[in-house]
């Protein structure tokens, strides 16, 4: 019992790595600003270019979808940050990360905006555009509204999956929290870093977790 | 030109083609047992919620909520790099299968255990009128309905979490991208990443579009 | 006597949905402050030749005037002022669920006709009294009857000033004790002078109200004339097979 405690929640090696760790949250959260952002303005340009009449467009944005959805982030991250220098294109950690982040986050966000459009009634569009609206004008103050609300959980689930997935900018050593906190346990040769880690990701993302679940439980009851 | 001597140079193609294929089968190999084993056990955990036990179903929830709310490769690191200090040596591959299979488990769990809420009471009720016993009605009438109800987003789930076999890279199991990242190193060239990305495509590619054909015909059902 | 304006004209108007022809050839005239009625078979067209007017479909040939101007034939920037002369009321409300009902009704004013706000405000808040639900102003739409819903979305197309209202089906959504409010709004509507063009399965109000109606079957207009030369004198054989069983059916609960 006592060596577990040593070895997963030693408080001095802790304490010693926490400020470190707090530099890595800073990243992270900083990270987590400018991926969710570009994956949500992302995925709403393709869901809408998935919808649209313009057959071309529709299936080059669908193709693009599907081809991110079927590549592991990882593989993508590794491709951008390892794969590309061969082409010339060299690129910071830090863009790296986004630039990989953004081709598979706004594949997935550009699912649940589509699901959440294509759940509007088309009487909607109608009637906003016998009235005189313009076609954008319906987009954005009749349909996206409802369509934000028909998906919010799916949206929020999708957000606290890209803050996970943020961790994988320690594989190309971006100093975000899981790298400060690997880089902490290999100095002390001691895992307790990596528990301290795990509780500061929990402290954020489990209130979103309990968030979502009473969410669907609402619209399961409904 | 030397874009396609970059990425797809069929001399470097040629001579990592075995290990890659040998690398597929580490990569479907895990996940297929990850794939069992999260949703056998998601399965058992969302029926034993239904017994009612206080103390069991509270544990269940905040071991499902952990597992929503922790980046797999955090709770990856904590196994591999801390076990050892505890005596216990297990290999990268079995870290990345209990890892995983966690992570399936408590969304499978909570997928087929918001599935079994939204079954009538009704469908309950005629179950015992006509002689079947709480277990006998939970295994006959209301878990069929339930698992019916959580295929598309367990099928997303899956998807979603097989990818993160890519995270065995990080601690050296000889699944795709590791064995491509280091071929990619030798090599000197970046064929083998668009190796990797291939290989995952032909994973993945028909997974994707199976999982829209499984949306639609299950849509009612959501 | 000068002659009445012309507000809508409809000349030689198809329209098909693949092989599919709803419409063959439609000849139509509203002339200002008219009511006129479109009666006919589910599946005779009624509705689409409706929603060509404000080219919610587009017409596959023929040509459309209101007020004057050809709009079978103007870009497509251009629908949306030409919408705001057209009001349209719909068989499924379709109110914005998201919105107040005072927010639905001003939504348009300011957005497509550039109102400012408190005299967007006003007007919503004039319209909504005239179709009895002032008080509801700060409801939303899902705390209304099917009735009530319905008032807001006539209340939501005047605000605009529109010349033309197009009604598609207006009551068929309605449980029957609900109708009555509907068209007494219609009815006051009329009475102010508004130009109307209406489908509808309401037989008894076309008798009431109706200054033309338009008898309408597989894609043609086949017979039109006043209420009492309709429903008192029809002619066709397809008219009266129509009447006959609208009537067996106790008029105005034919489903759609």
């Known amino acids: 019992m006592d060596t577990f405690i040593q070895t997963f929640f030693n408080l001095d090696i802790m304490s010693q790595a926490f400020p470190l760790l707090l530099k890595g949250a800073v990243m992270t959260l900083k990270l987590c600003a400018v991926v969710i952002v570009c994956g949500l303005a992302g995925g709403l340009m393709l869901a809408l ?90 987009l954005t103050y009749v349909v996206l509204p409802q369509a934000v609300r028909n998906v919010l959980p799916d949206l929020l689930s999708n957000t606290v999956e890209v803050v996970k997935l943020t961790s994988l900018a320690s594989v190309v050593s971006l100093s975000e929290l899981l790298y400060s906190a690997n880089m902490a346990r290999s100095v002390t040769y001691n895992a307790s870093p990596l528990v301290l880690a795990a509780g500061m990701y929990l402290l954020v993302l489990w209130p979103l977790v309990r968030v979502i679940a009473r969410y669907q439980r609402g619209l399961a009851v409904n | 030109m030397r874009f396609i001597e970059t990425f797809f140079n069929t001399k470097v193609m040629a001579d990592y083609m075995p290990d890659l294929i040998h ?38 929830i905040v071991f499902a909520d952990i597992m929503r709310a922790l980046p797999p490769l ?27 299979s966690l992570v399936l488990t408590a969304f499978s769990e909570e997928i087929f255990w918001g599935g079994l809420t939204a079954i009538p009471a009704g469908q309950w009720e005629a179950g015992r009128a006509t002689g079947l016993s709480k277990a006998q009605t939970l ?49 000197g060239s970046a064929t083998p990443l668009t190796m990797a990305a291939i290989a995952y495509l032909i994973i993945f590619i028909p997974a994707v579009i199976a999982s829209h054909k499984i949306e639609r015909r299950y849509h009612f059902a959501t | ?19 599919i022809e709803v419409l063959k050839s439609i000849d139509l005239k509203v002339q200002e402050g ?14 689409t030749m409706l929603r060509c007017c404000n080219r919610l479909e587009e017409p596959t040939s023929g040509a459309i005037f209101i007020e004057g101007e050809r709009i079978t034939d103007i870009p497509r920037r251009d629908l949306d002022r030409m919408r705001l002369k057209v009001g349209m009321v719909f068989q499924g409300f379709h109110l914005y669920p998201h919105m107040s009902v005072l927010k639905n009704v001003m939504l ?46 006539i209340a939501r197309a005047l605000a605009l000033d529109p010349g033309v209202m197009l009604f598609d089906e207006p009551t068929s959504a309605l449980d029957p004790e609900l109708v009555g409010s509907v068209l007494k709004v219609m009815k006051d509507l009329r009475d102010k002078g508004m130009t109307m063009l209406v489908v509808s399965h309401e037989m008894q109000f076309a008798r009431e109200a109706a200054d ?11 017979e039109q004339g006043t209420p009492e030369e309709i429903f008192g004198n029809p002619k066709s054989d397809r008219l009266k097979t129509f009447l006959s069983r609208v009537s067996h059916e106790d008029a105005g609960a034919e489903a759609d």
């Not at chain 1, 390892?82 to 294109?89: D, K, R, T, W, Y």
Request: aromatic share 8%.
């Open chain 1, 49 to 138: 270019a998935a919808l649209s009449p313009n057959r071309a467009l529709r299936w080059s944005a669908i193709a693009y979808i599907d081809l991110f959805r079927a590549l592991p982030p990882l593989v993508l991250l590794v491709f951008v940050y390892s794969g590309l220098p061969f082409a010339g294109v060299r690129l910071s950690p830090f863009m790296a990360v986004v630039i990989a982040f953004f081709l598979n986050n706004s594949s997935y966000f550009a699912e649940v905006f589509r699901a959440g459009i294509n759940a509007v009634p088309k009487g909607q569009t109608e009637a906003a555009r016998a009235t005189g609206l313009s076609q954008a004008q319906a």
């Open chain 2, 23 to 60: 690398a597929m089968g580490v990569t479907l190999g895990l996940a297929v047992a990850t794939i069992i084993t999260g949703i056998l056990c998601g399965a058992a955990l969302a029926c034993l919620r239904v017994a009612g036990l206080k103390l069991v179903n509270f544990c269940i």
């Open chain 2, 74 to 100: 955090v709770l990856i690191l904590i196994l591999f790099f801390g076990m050892p200090s505890l005596g216990l040596n297990i290999s990268g591959w079995m870290v990345v299968y209990i890892v995983l």
């Open chain 2, 139 to 187: 295994f006959y009438i209301a878990f069929p309905q339930a698992a019916r109800r959580g295929i598309p987003p367990l099928v997303n789930r899956v998807l979603a979490t097989t990818k993160l076999t890519a995270l065995g890279s990080v601690i050296g199991v000889k699944e795709i991208l590791s064995v491509s990242s280091s071929a990619q190193s030798f090599s």
């Open chain 3, 1 to 19: 006597m000068t002659q009445p304006r012309t507000m809508l004209e409809i000349s030689g108007l198809e329209k098909s949905f693949g092989d």
């Open chain 3, 34 to 47: 008219e009511l006129v009625f479109v009666i006919g078979p589910s599946g005779s067209g009624k509705s």
């Open chain 3, 108 to 153: 348009a004013q300011i957005k497509a006709l550039k109102r400012a706000k408190p005299e967007a405000e006003a007007r919503a808040l004039e319209m909504l009294d005239q179709v009895g639900l002032k008080h509801k102003a700060d409801a939303m739409p899902a705390e209304l009857s099917g009735g009530q819903q319905q008032r807001v979305a």
């Open chain 3, 212 to 222: 033309r109606v338009i008898f309408m079957d597989g894609g043609y207009v086949v």
